[in-house]
């Protein structure tokens, strides 16, 4: 059985690689891994996380042809979960030539791993690295163009595997590994998440929409998961996609937005403008008023984004706490 452990050989990946695309992509053959990247790693005792590229040659229908395929194994996160979101996501026809999102290849059980087609381009959160400011409003729009596509597209859908609806306390780690987890790093902390697990799970559960007004969502949405290429943009990391309240993903993003943004453009008002354009072009693509009952669906999800910041800083090996406390003081200070 193929391990981790020979997820960085290239021979091994190669021998894999062609026997496993026969099966799902037979006019591709002949695959020579000329290089394998790690781009993502995290080891210890028996965990791993990584995510791996390998670079490679091969026929496609007998041309010559030249590639690139990536490698993301967990240790204990399903990435079977993600291939079949992306297997979903492109059953249901959302992506197109401006609007991407990765092919999924094949699940590997022996490394609990998925293969799937790169994309070319930089990260959102890049283009913020290198002061793009002139194009970034450009990204934010075709950002909002693809979630409004996402949603529109699976408004109403009911044939989700198992009919999987993730709310606030299933979401990625989960309230009750969570809550154990700060218990032990952080006990002083313990009683001030579950106030605010409980407020936010009360909140959502106010407004929950009806079966009509779920859809599928990414989950995750930060930049970055947003690639921009010459084609258009890409959403990527599809592993918390689920059956939801589309404001989860607006919320999420526009949080995401402002606090990793300031990191290297330290300016709010421009991060508020940056927000309220994202969120008109999300309005007018898709034809949805940001109602008095959306604004605060979005406001629930906008706090829990930085409730879910707050809760990495004092789980992560090496806790940090007093990154959560200005997070945690936003979150009492807006919804309480």
Not at 101 to 106: K, V
Not at 198 to 224: F, N, T
Not at 247 to 256: K, T, V, Y
């Amino acid at each position: 059985m193929f391990s981790v452990d020979n997820i960085l050989d290239p021979i091994k990946i190669g021998r894999l690689l062609n026997q496993r695309l026969a099966e799902v992509k037979p006019i591709i053959s002949d695959i020579v891994v000329k290089q394998v990247e790690l781009i993502k790693s995290n080891f210890h005792q028996d965990y791993y996380n990584l995510v791996a590229a390998y670079t490679l040659s091969c026929l496609e229908d007998g041309q010559k042809k030249e590639m690139v395929i990536y490698c993301s194994a967990h240790s204990s996160e399903s990435r079977q979960q993600t291939m079949n979101n992306l297997r979903l996501l492109w059953l249901k026809k959302v992506p197109d030539n401006q609007f991407q999102a990765n092919r999924p290849l094949f699940y590997e059980p022996g490394c609990r791993a998925l293969f799937y087609v790169g994309l070319p381009g930089r990260n959102l959160y890049q283009c913020f690295e290198i002061g793009q400011e002139e194009k970034i409003n450009d990204y934010l729009q075709l950002t909002a163009k693809w979630l409004s596509r996402l949603h529109r597209l699976t408004l109403g859908m009911k044939d989700w595997p198992g009919g999987q609806q993730q709310l606030i306390g299933q979401v990625v780690p989960g309230r009750l590994r969570a809550l154990k987890r700060i218990e032990q790093n952080c006990p002083q902390y313990h009683n001030r998440f579950i106030r605010l697990y409980d407020l936010l799970e009360k909140r959502e559960a106010s407004h929950w929409p009806k079966q009509e007004g779920l859809a599928m969502i990414h989950g995750d949405l930060h930049p970055e998961n947003i690639v921009i290429n010459d084609q258009g943009a890409a959403i990527i990391d599809w592993a918390d996609a689920s059956l939801g309240d589309p404001a989860r993903d607006l919320g999420s993003f526009i949080q995401q937005l402002i606090f990793m943004g300031q990191r290297h453009i330290p300016d709010q008002a421009y991060w508020q403008q940056a927000q309220t354009l994202f969120l008109e072009t999300y309005q007018q693509e898709s034809g949805v008023k940001l109602t008095a009952d959306w604004l605060s669906r979005l406001e629930t999800y906008y706090y829990f984004t930085a409730f879910r910041t707050a809760i990495y800083f004092v789980t992560k090996s090496g806790p940090e706490p007093e990154r959560a406390d200005g997070l945690l003081d936003e979150v009492e200070n807006n919804l309480n």
